[in-house]
């Protein structure tokens, strides 16, 4: 039995439009996402990444329906997720994202073999027997995993858990996956495998798949990492084979309103500060400390 995902939806399968994202803690109010602009292709593979505080965590919380913007617009496989009601987002979660968490005990129930993990999120939705059990079988062969269905988490490495949990999240076919630091607790050739398997989620079955982290190894292993700071999409670091040798070019991202981040290491390199000076040349613009040379 193939695994069949839904019909894929016209590019953009994400999209975020000038995102704010205001949270009241007593008397104050904290600015997680500041005007974030974001498009992700149907069936691409990006990784997401940012310190601690970028708006990252926040980010994926609206991606995946648990929370919702201030302001501005977002849209996942065609939906308005602004525009949901409570139980719209309950479907939504359940049919059209899939989550994979960097703990591997959030995302397997220790009891059930892997096959029956896999199985769950079906029996809820109503699958039939038959299908639920040939589907199954499929996702585990996809992941790697065929002989080890009926083995429960503690027999299974922390790599394999994870990758039972890309079945899991993909159980009911959604158009997007997001996985959340899904290295954090691995080592190194354990994360490639389950790179591959998240390449072959991507490739294969069309699922548009956003890994948030912070982990550079991750980024690298995607052709395009999006950079967020200060609740903005800061820089783009795109990924391309030439020749024989890989290339990787980073950009900085000019937003709807016409703002642009500068790199940290550019700033401290040059002292600015506050304001700058411009000059507009016929194929570039040049950025100078204000303080005069001369």
């Given at each position: 039995?193939?695994?069949?995902?839904?019909?894929?939806?016209?590019?953009?399968?994400?999209?975020?439009?000038?995102?704010?994202?205001?949270?009241?803690?007593?008397?104050?109010?904290?600015?997680?996402?500041?005007?974030?602009?974001?498009?992700?292709?149907?069936?691409?593979?990006?990784?997401?990444?940012?310190?601690?505080?970028?708006g990252?965590?926040?980010l994926q919380n609206i991606l995946g329906g648990v929370d919702t913007p201030t302001a501005g617009r977002v849209e996942v496989a065609g939906l308005d997720l602004a525009a949901l009601s409570e139980g719209e987002r309950t479907l939504y979660r359940r049919r059209v994202v899939g989550f994979v968490w960097q703990q591997t005990s959030r995302n397997l129930l220790p009891y059930l073999t892997a096959a029956e993990n896999v199985e769950l999120p079906m029996t809820l939705e109503g699958v039939g027997r038959r299908e639920r059990r040939g589907r199954v079988r499929a996702l585990l062969e996809l992941v790697g995993l065929g002989t080890r269905a009926k083995h429960r988490p503690d027999a299974l490495s922390g790599g394999e858990q994870q990758r039972v949990a890309v079945a899991i999240a993909l159980a009911n076919r959604p158009s997007v996956l997001l996985a959340d630091e899904p290295t954090g607790e691995l080592d190194t050739e354990s994360s490639a495998h389950l790179f591959e398997t998240l390449q072959a989620v991507s490739r294969e079955l069309g699922v548009t798949v956003?890994?948030?982290t912070h982990d550079p190894f991750v980024s690298e292993q995607v052709e395009r990492t999006i950079g967020i700071r200060d609740g903005r999409t800061a820089t783009e670091t795109l990924r391309?084979?030439?020749?024989?040798?890989?290339?990787?070019?980073?950009l900085a991202v000019l937003?709807?309103?016409g703002r642009l981040q500068l790199p940290r290491e550019y700033v401290e390199a040059l002292s600015l500060e506050q304001r700058v000076?411009?000059?507009?040349e016929p194929d570039h613009i040049e950025i100078r400390p204000e303080r005069s040379d001369g």
């Open positions: 039995m193939a695994v069949t995902v839904a019909e894929p939806v016209s590019a953009p399968a994400i999209l975020c439009e000038n995102l704010v994202k205001i949270y009241k803690v007593a008397d104050l109010e904290v600015v997680a996402l500041q005007g974030l602009d974001l498009s992700v292709d149907a069936g691409e593979l990006v990784a997401i990444v940012g310190a601690s505080g970028s990252k965590s926040t956003v890994v948030l391309r084979i030439e020749g024989d040798a890989f290339v990787a070019d980073e937003d709807r309103a000076r411009l000059a507009l």
